[in-house]
């Protein structure tokens, strides 16, 4: 293979790396042959590692952000194929090329269908994200999100800007806080919505999947109130779903999940559960509706009552016991 030799060790020559050959080894890609002490490119991947048997990675060209705030490890990345991403404790939570479809899934499946949503409540949703796709209509008035890790914060205000666009409108409280000690206060007015925007359950959005936290968001809801949280891969994390959905469904009278492909994220397919004091996901609002499909890159109502068809081993594993 034709490749300069360099005896030094690995070293990093601006955005690329290279370290040197251990072993004489061929290979079928790049195809060719390269010996001890050659010097190699390596792109840098970041993967997303799930039971030490599968990875989502994707290339990265720039590190913008890596750090350690109390809760977990925070990182932005430049990635080829996606644009920028947003990694939590090496998960990913969004990437620019993908994130609308998690953002205008988890909200405007509960907004098109509201009675009411002019309070509402993001737990976690600190890119900023699902806040844009709330704030982007007019009738909400009021939107409280309660985000925990400052951290999370400030990275995505300073290298995601293109995803949070509404952090300035007058109308977001946004509160570094646990979301979970919030849904327990019993002084606040009342939401029409609430979004569980949190990460995986792990670090600190382990609560997020908890009796006590969805109850408590029940209890925090008006009386036609809508929930809609994120809920795992239903293939990769079968278990954290069911469980999740089943949870829901011993407090809501009305638990639907549903599902969106979401190419960052690990499995592909993504799950969300809403859940309600009554209203139904086929209850939709034409006007809200409108609005939401003259702005959304995929939404829209085909899509919407789409997501709501479940696989037959997940009506199977609900129906079980
Ligand atoms: N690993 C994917 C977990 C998705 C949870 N939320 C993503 C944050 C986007 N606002």
Redesign the pocket.
Known sequence: MDMERELSCSWRDGPRFFCEASETREFLSPTGTFETGDKVEMALWYD?VNKDSLRFGAKTTRTLFVGQSPYQKVSVFETEALGKALMIDD????AEGD?KT??EMITHTAITTAKKSERVLII??G?G??AREVLSYKHVKHVDLVEIDGMVIEACKKYLPEIGTAWDDPRLNVVVGDGIAWVKREDLEPYDIILV????PVGPAVGLFNEGFYKACYDRLSKDGILVT?AESPKLFYETHIELVKTLQRIFPVVHPFYQTILI??GALWGWVYATKGTEYTEIQDDLMALAEARCEIYNREIHLGAFAVPNFIKRALAAK
């Open positions: 997303e998960l990913w939570m969004c994130e998690y953002h976690g949703g890119d994200g699902t925007d949190g990460s995986d994120q994220y690990a």
